[in-house]
């Protein structure tokens, strides 16, 4: 038990000391392509702790869901992170059918966010509410199909199994690999309300999607929701890695982890390539981009079925 304790323990201190330093990497990468120095990579450490400090203010017409919404996001954060194995680290939590309750957790840390928007009784934050849950409909489909063919190519439904290396053909270019990161990869940007999905940096009314959701949330509960948000990216992008990885792994733990921490900072700078060469997409083009990303993975789970 107490070894036990001590993984889990060690696994919650790498995803959470390293998160905000993802988001950083993301932000410097982008202040780089705009000509600016920008902030530091450590910034978003220090915001969080400003955050810390501050005192929540809560609006007359809010009941118990605003408050708890933001403590359900971090959580299930929280509990989500046990499932998935990075680099050397393994995944302290892990059984049959365990991508069933990462999945259901996300969702439900979804649902909090938007019941706590629609909360507030603002119109523009009930606006926000109905993006997300449209987009997340689609996007849930493509992380589905996604798992979907992984389970097939694994013969596996716990998530350790299905991004490690059990799966049952080389990469090497696989195409059926090569649809399921390109998809999971769509699937990254939209369910962590990037570019071109939606704009983190933006508070245009008309645009905004997640943090025209979090606009009443302050002080600490405002600061469990960013550490939240960058959690969940850096978990999408430590299972996205995990799949890249697979044959250059050597069996040296030294040289894994160096490599998998490599292939966190690319995806790093490749998001904020992608942020930086290229606008939103109009809202009403969102949905195509998700079901681009359907298509992918559901193209990969007919080959496989195909091959047999």
């Known amino acids: 038990m107490l070894i036990g304790i001590f993984l889990i323990l060690i696994h919650w201190l790498f995803?959470?000391?390293?998160?905000p330093l993802f988001v950083g990497l993301v932000v410097k990468v982008k202040a780089f392509f705009a000509g600016k120095k920008g902030p530091s990579v450590f910034q978003p450490y220090f915001d969080l702790v400003?955050?810390?400090?501050?005192?929540?203010?809560?609006?007359?017409?809010?009941?118990?869901?605003?408050?708890?919404?933001?403590?359900?996001?971090?959580?299930?954060?929280?509990?989500?992170?046990?499932?998935?194995?990075?680099?050397?680290?393994k995944a302290p939590l892990q059984f049959s059918g365990d991508i069933l309750l990462l999945a259901y957790l996300l969702a439900?840390?979804?649902?909090?966010?938007?019941?706590?928007?629609?909360d507030t009784g603002l119109s523009l934050e009930g606006a926000g509410a109905s993006r997300e849950a449209?987009?997340?409909?689609?996007?849930?489909?493509?992380?589905?199909?996604?798992?979907?063919?992984?389970?097939?190519?694994?013969?596996?439904?716990?998530?350790?199994?299905?991004?490690?290396?059990?799966?049952?053909?080389?990469?090497?270019?696989?195409?059926?690999?090569?649809?399921v990161v390109a998809s999971f990869f769509i699937v990254?940007?939209?369910?962590?309300?990037?570019?071109?999905?939606?704009?983190?940096?933006?508070?245009?009314?008309?645009t905004m999607i997640h943090e025209v959701m979090i606009l009443d949330h302050s002080g600490v509960d405002l600061a469990y929701m960013?550490?939240?948000?960058?959690?969940?990216?850096?978990?999408?992008?430590?299972?996205?890695?995990?799949?890249?990885?697979?044959?250059?792994?050597?069996?040296?733990?030294?040289?894994?982890?160096?490599?998998?921490?490599?292939?966190?900072?690319?995806?790093?700078?490749?998001?904020?390539?992608?942020?930086?060469?290229?606008?939103r997409l109009r809202l009403n083009r969102v949905r195509n981009l998700l079901l681009i990303a359907f298509a992918l993975a559901f193209f990969g789970f007919v080959i496989t079925i195909w091959r047999g």
């Open 50 to 89: 400003k955050l810390s400090r501050k005192q929540c203010i809560y609006s007359q017409t809010t009941s118990w869901v605003f408050r708890a919404a933001p403590v359900v996001a971090l959580a299930s954060v929280f509990v989500v992170s046990l499932e998935i194995p990075l680099g050397i680290l």
């Open 188 to 206: 990254l940007l939209a369910e962590n309300c990037r570019i071109p999905v939606d704009d983190p940096d933006t508070h245009l009314e008309l």
């Open 226 to 279: 960013h550490y939240a948000s960058a959690v969940k990216l850096f978990l999408f992008s430590g299972i996205l890695v995990m799949i890249l990885i697979i044959p250059f792994q050597t069996g040296n733990p030294v040289k894994d982890m160096l490599i998998f921490l490599t292939g966190m900072l690319g995806l790093a700078v490749l998001v904020g390539v992608i942020e930086s060469s290229m606008a």
């Open 108 to 118: 439900l840390s979804r649902f909090f966010m938007i019941a706590s928007a629609l």
């Open 134 to 179: 449209f987009f997340s409909c689609l996007s849930e489909l493509a992380l589905f199909m996604n798992f979907i063919t992984l389970a097939c190519l694994t013969q596996s439904i716990s998530l350790s199994e299905m991004i490690g290396v059990n799966i049952l053909i080389p990469w090497n270019l696989d195409p059926v690999l090569l649809l």
């Open 15 to 19: 995803v959470f000391l390293l998160a």
